[in-house]
């Protein structure tokens, strides 16, 4: 009887260890956003199957946990270098539940990248427009970094600034010629070698 006992205290032990990795299984299988895969274990209580399958679902958790966190890091990192513009989005990818926040975590990554390539974009365009104007490049001057927001700003602003040179040039030039025109057209040799000059000297 003591023996017996003691087996049924053990069995019971079993059965409460049964019933918390069942549980367990439901929640992990949920948390990866797939149907409960205690059922595939022959929806009963076999222990030894139990401990297998909740071993395996708490290694795919923490790799895709692990997954997760390196994404956001990485997202974060870059957003900040750009300004911080994507920072309450990268929060409410994070406060998602975890079998969606991969992929939201993934299209932010995508979209991260894109604002790469247009801060880059716009870098070399803002040197390139500061240096049509005969100025040296404007990126340095806000500060040397990719901040997408300020970038955005400073190439609207040489843009605006390149049209409106260009615009005076070009109704200098028309000026110029209709005049010299009607006194004979000796500087028509001059205005074209004035109007293939670059803009700054132009």
Not at 183 to 199: I, R, S, T
Request: hydrophobic fraction near 50%.
């Amino acid at each position: 009887l003591p023996v017996l006992e003691k087996i049924a205290a053990e069995v019971a032990e079993m059965r409460r260890e049964a019933e918390g990795l069942r549980l367990e299984s439901i929640a992990l299988s949920k948390a990866l956003g797939r149907p409960p895969l205690a059922d595939g274990v022959g929806g009963d209580l076999n222990l030894a199957k139990l401990r297998i399958v909740v071993a395996t679902l708490r290694k795919e958790v923490a790799e895709l946990e692990e997954r997760c966190r390196l994404l956001a890091a990485q997202v974060e990192a870059e957003d900040k270098e750009l300004g911080g513009e994507l920072a309450q989005k990268l929060a409410d990818a994070l406060a998602l539940p975890l079998a969606a926040r991969l992929p939201a975590l993934e299209t932010l990554a995508a979209e991260v990248a894109e604002m790469r390539r247009e801060a880059e974009g716009l870098r070399l365009e803002s040197i390139a427009l500061s240096k049509a104007l005969g100025r040296p490049p404007l990126a340095d001057g806000v500060g040397g970094d990719l901040n997408l927001a300020k970038l955005r700003i400073v190439v609207a602003t040489l843009r605006k600034e390149v049209a409106e040179l260009e615009e005076r040039c070009r109704l200098l030039a028309r000026e110029v010629e209709a005049e010299d025109k009607e006194l004979g057209g000796e500087l028509a040799q001059k205005l074209a070698d004035a109007v293939a000059l670059p803009l700054a000297a132009r």
